[in-house]
């Protein structure tokens, strides 16, 4: 069973830097299940694609996100990690990581709340 938890600070200040991780277990996040993404849902919003890092260590972003998103991954501890930059209270969000195995979005974290306040 593929198991996706969320975890990083709950409360950022504005311009502040975002990291979060994504710890994965029932599956190598180097194998060929599919692509591990980032997701968020800012309150009262729809889900907002973030990003993806596959297997092979490919990496792409959302327009919306590229400039100020970095993807990456500890393979030693099967982790996924984001890290969002110039944070603002519109990044106030539910974030998410999921597995995406082709078709649709297979597994996903419980989410993690991130609240952007001074």
């Not at 792409?60 to 099967?78: C, E, H, L, Q, V």
């Amino acid at each position: 069973q593929v198991q996706l938890q969320e975890s990083g600070p709950g409360l950022v200040k504005p311009s502040q830097t975002l990291s979060l991780t994504c710890s994965v277990s029932g599956a190598s996040i180097t194998a060929g299940y599919g692509c591990w993404n980032w997701i968020r849902q800012p309150p009262g919003k729809g889900l907002e694609w973030m990003g993806f890092i596959c297997p092979d260590g490919r990496i792409r972003y959302s327009p919306g996100f590229r400039s100020r998103t970095s993807i990456g991954r500890d393979t030693a501890k099967n982790q996924v990690t984001l890290q969002l930059y110039a944070m603002t209270p519109e990044d106030t969000a539910v974030h998410y990581c999921a597995l995406y195995t082709g078709q649709l979005f297979s597994y996903w974290g419980q989410g993690t709340q991130v609240t952007v306040s001074s």
